[in-house]
C-alpha cells in the first residue's frame, strides 16, 4: 500500500467541522474519504493533522491515507477536485513513507482570527471573519498575547471536559496580531491546541481590547485553570487553520 499525504484547502461555512460523524456526513472528512473510496471502490480512512470544529476554514490542512492504486499522486489529486464540491480543493499530493502519519508527525500548527472593528460593513467577507463593536486597542492586545505565551497549562482556555485526563499542556512559540485597516488579525504558532483554544485565547485578547477585561485575569486562568476566568468563546467563521509544520 501506498501512503499519500495531501494539503486541503476548505471554506467550512456550511459543514459540521472535519471529523467525520456517524449521524452526518457532511464533513470535510467524510466528503473526501466518500470521493476516494468510489475511486478506490472500496473503504478509504483519512487522517487529518487537525479536527477544526463547525464553520472554521482551513488554507493548508493535512492528511494522509494508505490505498493499493496504480494512479499517480497528481492523478488522485486531479481526481479528488473533479468530484469535491466547490469548497473543498486539494492543494497537493504526495507519496510519503510507510510511517507518515498527518497528525501524529506534525510539529506545530498556526492558526490565524480575523476580526473587522471598523464601523463600515464588511460585507464581501463577512463569512471569513467576526465583527466587534467597539474599537480594539492593539497595544493592550499585544501587550497580554506576550503573557499567553511559552509553556502553560490551557485547560482554562479551552472547553474540554472536567473529565479530560490528557494533558492540557501546551506551547504557544509566538502570537503576533497586526491591524489592517479596519481588520485585527491574530495569528497563533504553537505545538498544538486544545479544544476551543483559539477561539477562547481569541476571545479573551478580544475582551482586553475592547475593555471589559483586565490583563491580569490571564495569570489568574492559569492558577485556576477555570474557565470561567477567560474570555468568550469566539465564532467560528474568524477561525481559519494555516499551515501544518512537520
Not at 464533513?27 to 472500496?42: F, N, P, R
Not at 502553560?152 to 502570537?175: G, L, P, Q, W, Y
Not at 492558577?223 to 512537520?246: C, N
Request: proline share 2%; aromatic share 10%; glycine share 8%.
Amino acid at each position: 500500500m501506498t501512503n499519500f499525504k495531501i494539503t486541503i484547502q476548505y471554506d467550512g461555512s456550511k459543514y459540521h467541522g472535519w471529523q467525520r460523524l456517524g449521524n452526518t456526513d457532511n464533513t470535510i472528512q467524510g466528503k473526501i474519504e466518500t470521493v476516494l473510496s468510489k475511486m478506490c471502490g472500496h473503504n478509504v480512512e483519512i487522517h487529518g493533522a487537525g479536527r477544526t470544529d463547525a464553520g472554521v476554514h482551513a488554507m493548508g490542512q493535512i492528511a494522509n491515507f494508505k490505498i493499493n492504486t496504480d494512479k499517480t499522486a497528481n492523478q488522485i489529486k486531479e481526481y479528488l477536485n473533479a468530484y469535491l464540491p466547490q469548497d473543498i480543493g486539494i492543494l497537493s499530493c504526495e507519496v510519503m513513507p510507510e510511517r507518515f502519519h498527518a497528525r501524529l508527525n506534525a510539529k506545530s500548527k498556526h492558526y490565524s482570527y480575523r476580526l473587522w472593528d471598523s464601523k463600515e460593513k464588511n460585507i464581501f467577507e463577512r463569512k471569513y471573519i467576526t465583527t466587534i463593536e467597539k474599537e480594539l486597542n492593539i497595544q493592550k492586545m499585544i501587550e497580554a498575547a506576550k503573557l499567553l505565551c511559552g509553556k502553560h497549562d490551557f485547560r482554562a482556555f479551552s472547553s474540554v471536559n472536567k473529565r479530560f485526563k490528557k494533558s492540557t499542556t501546551r506551547t504557544i512559540e509566538k502570537i503576533d496580531i497586526t491591524r489592517l485597516g479596519g481588520e485585527v488579525r491574530i495569528d497563533f504558532y504553537g505545538d498544538g491546541f486544545l479544544y476551543n483554544m483559539v477561539r477562547i485565547l481569541t476571545g479573551t485578547l478580544v475582551e482586553i481590547g475592547t475593555g471589559e477585561r483586565d490583563i491580569t485575569s490571564i495569570e489568574k486562568a492559569f492558577a485556576s485553570l477555570d474557565r470561567q476566568d477567560t474570555g468568550i468563546t469566539m465564532p467560528p467563521q474568524g477561525l481559519i487553520l494555516q499551515e501544518i509544520f512537520y
